[in-house]
């Protein structure tokens, strides 16, 4: 009996040995047949689990930002606190932000991420860092407008962009710099100091969204907020080589509810809210959420983000220069390069006149310099610096006196020059033009001299400025650097086609590239 029992122990362990062999073999077998196809798998669970777009989190675009938040590959907590270090890192040498908001900043953070971890309604910016420029109203806070003078200019309630960027999730992490009454363009004023470019302290900023660009060019935020009403988004994109759109009037809601006095009309309809970002596709999607509907802007107008899509290939004009313009050879091959880069994206550009831009920008000229003059000079030159008095003395000299009957003439001439630009648009949808012809003047170059100022204003920037009188949607965007110093140029369409400019400025940014890449590699 135990010899039986021990000849079937020892047959039941062969079998479970044998058996064994086999099930390790099979095993093996599969891990074999998965290691030879596990790519399926892995890249299924990969593009589930959320990831986080390469770099440290300020370097991020405000697209790849939000994305990253709502996705769960970031916190905005997170996200915040890496904005805030870079701001600490940097801003002390640029002055970009003269307000910090770093507490604030941190506690919306929070309540971003609690928003977020309960499945509450996320805008498209939730946890996205920002920056607001100082001369719009921020609830709570003075708004100082560059001027020590403005003390007691407490916001009641924010401005329409301010409200519709913390309606989108947006998290406002500073306040940047502004000249006086943002009056000049360039940024330095009595109160908060000299706003410095960081590609080179030795050249602007520009004006009067200074603080705005150099910020966000830097890193500090994803999205600056600014505005214009002769070139000051523009402007400082150019000289800070990052990129934007000034909106149609009528497009982004304004209005401060801080101000002793409406705004006289044509200021109002010269002026424009809008973004900076380091790229077009995040410059769109914050002219998206700022262009929300605020019912304290009378002006403001219902129109849709994008219109129809012009017969291809869509006509660009290359703006033949006027003959008094010294263009620099720098300058003139970034527009040809610029050129070619929409050529190859399958545009056709053709140079040309455009509807007589001399007398559009003395138009603007004229308006804004009398009805200034009538409404607010005597104030502004009470309360602000020697500086100031110099750089709007130069402004004025150019303009034209106009009494009752020559200002209702200019007025008429605006509808005049916005009909032949419009009527030009029919035949070529995007204009591509200079931003200025010159390379970048120094950081204070407009107290030198009332001459200078006017230099800089009629012969160097002429084409920024004359589109504000004009209403019309204007981008910048970068092309390449010189010296170390960014080079952009403009793209104008018609009325509320800020689409058609910015699909054109998308166009030379994918083959020019970010420049703000190369700056961080230089400051760093």
């Known amino acids: 009996m135990a010899k039986k029992t021990a000849t079937r122990k020892k047959s039941a362990a062969k079998k479970a040995a044998k058996t064994s062999s086999k099930t390790s073999a099979v095993r093996k077998g599969k891990v074999a047949k998965a290691a030879t196809k596990p790519v399926k798998k892995a890249a299924a669970r990969k593009l589930s689990a959320p990831r986080r777009p390469k770099g440290p989190a300020w370097q991020w675009s405000a697209v790849e930002t939000a994305a990253a938040i709502r996705s769960g590959a970031i916190s905005a907590v997170e996200t915040v606190e890496a904005h805030l270090e870079r701001m600490r890192a940097v801003n002390p040498r640029l002055n970009a932000v003269v307000v910090d908001l770093s507490e604030e900043a941190l506690a919306a953070a929070h309540a971003a991420d609690k928003r977020r971890a309960k499945g509450g309604e996320l805008g498209l910016l939730h946890g996205v860092p920002i920056t607001i420029k100082e001369n719009v ?26 409200r519709n960027l913390k309606k989108a999730g947006a998290i406002i992490i500073g306040l940047t710099n502004t000249p006086e009454f943002s009056f000049r363009g360039f940024t330095d004023n009595p109160l908060h100091g000299l706003t410095l470019n960081p590609w080179d302290p030795n050249i602007t900023c520009g004006g009067s969204s200074g603080g705005a660009g150099s910020a966000v060019a830097a890193g500090i935020g994803t999205i600056a907020h600014g505005n214009d009403i002769g070139g000051s988004l523009r402007w400082p994109a150019h000289c800070n080589g990052v990129t934007t759109i000034k909106p149609t009037q009528g497009r982004i809601p304004a209005f401060n509810a801080s101000a002793t006095a409406e705004r006289p009309m044509l200021a109002h309809l010269m002026s424009a809210q809008g973004p900076l970002a380091r790229h ?42 006027p003959e008094d313009m010294d263009v620099d050879p ?39 310099t009398n009805e200034t003059m009538v409404m607010q000079e005597a104030g502004m030159l009470k309360v602000t610096s020697e500086d100031f008095h110099k750089a709007w003395g130069g402004m004025k000299a150019k303009a034209n006196v106009l009494d009752l009957k020559a200002w209702m003439q200019a007025t008429a001439a605006r509808n005049g020059h916005i009909r032949a630009w419009q009527l030009f648009f029919e035949e070529y949808p995007v204009v591509l033009a200079p931003t200025t012809v010159k390379p970048t003047p120094s950081p204070r170059e407009d107290t030198v001299s009332p001459e200078r100022v006017r230099e ?23 092309v390449t650097l010189h010296d170390g110093q960014p080079i952009g140029v403009q793209l104008i369409a018609g009325r509320y086609r800020e689409d058609l400019a910015l699909d054109a400025a998308a166009a030379i940014e994918k083959r020019a590239g970010v420049l703000a890449h190369r700056l961080w590699e230089q400051m760093d």
Not at 138 to 161: H, Q, W
Not at 333 to 360: T, W
């Open 280 to 321: 077009v596709a995040d410059v769109r999607l914050a002219l998206e959420v700022m262009s929300q509907r605020d019912p304290r802007d009378p002006w403001w107008v219902p129109a849709p983000l994008v219109g129809p899509k012009p017969k291809g290939p869509i006509k660009v004009a290359l703006a033949r220069i």
């Open 137 to 162: 109203d921020y609830e709570g806070r003075p708004n100082f407008n560059g001027v020590p003078a403005n003390k007691d200019l407490i916001a009641p309630s924010d401005s329409p962009v301010v």
């Open 330 to 368: 720098h300058v003139a091959a970034a527009l040809r390069q610029a050129a070619d880069h929409l050529e190859r994206s399958g545009y056709r550009v053709s140079e040309v006149d455009v509807p007589d831009i001399d007398g559009v920008w003395q138009t603007w000229c004229d308006i804004i």
């Open 456 to 478: 800089i204003f009629w012969g160097e920037i002429r084409f920024i400025s004359a589109i504000n009188v004009l209403g019309l949607p204007g981008a910048v965007v970068p």
